[in-house]
């Protein structure tokens, strides 16, 4: 599980350099996320658009890494892939995080 | 493709694969590259992705929660018109009251701290499938379920 991490203003990207988050390395992503989000900033972008499939451990685990976060920080998603995105709404977890259809759209927001 | 993915003279495509996740992908990249000759749209291909991944994690998880040595996971796929039909085997533990668990949907207007991690597999494999059937045979687990496809591209 390859993430990495970029600044921008006040705001941390992190991209996920691999194609799918499952339940191989949900724990992993988990732990990295951890590890990433230590430097504090309250706005973070998590970069999805390598990532072309995320079963329900991959869900839970974006779902634990905002509640790592805690309440004043956030964590927006950006350039999900078509079946991503199918798991987002079909749990309905779209609308707990904001949502960007790409990482342009996220930064310029 | 590999010899664990082959049609037969019946075009059931077959494939093993034993109880680790990893494994899970290559059962996946089998059967999706086994049902080329079916042109499988692209929202198909995600949605056979989709329960495949859920049914496939629920038997590691559960039927072969005690394992300490590799079980086997069976997944036979026949397409048929409009529709697959799967049947996924396993020689783990039985699923408890030998019932399909319905899937509930969560209720997401919670505080942040107490949102679901989990438990979205069934209610995925539910939503996109029909006919979820589940009986032992033979000392063995079995799923059996259709997979509607011919999607236009909107979740159900």
């Known amino acids: 599980m390859?993430?990495?991490?970029?600044?921008?203003?006040?705001?941390?990207?992190?991209?996920?350099?691999?194609?799918?988050?499952?339940?191989a390395v949900a724990l992993e992503f988990k732990e990295k996320m951890r590890e990433e989000t230590e430097s504090g900033h309250d706005y973070v972008i998590l970069n999805l658009e390598q990532v072309q499939f995320v079963d329900s451990s991959g869900l839970g685990a974006i779902?634990?890494?905002?509640?790592?976060?805690?309440?004043?920080?956030?964590?927006?998603?950006?350039?999900?892939?078509?079946?991503?995105?199918?798991?987002?709404?079909?749990?309905?977890?779209?609308?707990?995080?904001?949502?960007?259809?790409?990482?342009?759209?996220?930064?310029?927001a | 493709?590999?010899?664990a993915a082959r049609a037969t003279e019946d075009d059931v495509l077959r494939v093993e694969i034993v109880n680790d996740f990893i494994e899970v992908?290559?059962?996946?990249?089998?059967?999706?590259?086994?049902?080329?000759p079916a042109n499988l749209s692209e929202e198909d291909a995600g949605t056979v992705q989709i329960v495949l991944a859920e049914v496939l994690n629920n038997v590691i998880e559960h039927a072969y929660a005690d394992s300490t040595e590799h079980g086997p996971i069976e997944i036979?796929?026949?397409a048929c018109p409009d529709e697959l039909e799967l049947?996924?085997?396993?020689?783990?533990?039985p699923m408890p009251d030998a019932q399909v668990p319905m899937g509930k949907s969560h209720d997401l207007d919670v505080d942040l701290m107490h949102l679901p991690e989990g438990g979205f597999g069934w209610f995925m494999i539910q939503n996109l499938t029909r006919d979820v059937k589940y009986f032992r045979s033979g000392g063995r687990n079995v799923l059996q379920f259709w997979l509607p496809t011919g999607a236009s591209g909107k979740v159900a």
């Open chain 2, 25 to 36: 992908r290559t059962a996946i990249e089998q059967v999706l590259s086994g049902l080329s």
């Open chain 1, 63 to 108: 779902v634990a890494s905002m509640k790592m976060l805690g309440k004043g920080r956030k964590l927006a998603l950006a350039g999900m892939t078509p079946t991503v995105d199918k798991v987002f709404r079909l749990t309905r977890m779209d609308s707990v995080f904001p949502i960007y259809a790409s990482l342009d759209e996220a930064v310029a």
């Open chain 2, 76 to 78: 036979e796929c026949r």
């Open chain 1, 2 to 23: 390859d993430l990495s991490t970029e600044i921008e203003g006040a705001r941390q990207i992190i991209t996920v350099n691999d194609s799918r988050i499952d339940a």
């Open chain 2, 87 to 93: 049947r996924v085997l396993d020689q783990g533990l």
């Open chain 2, 1 to 3: 493709m590999s010899d």
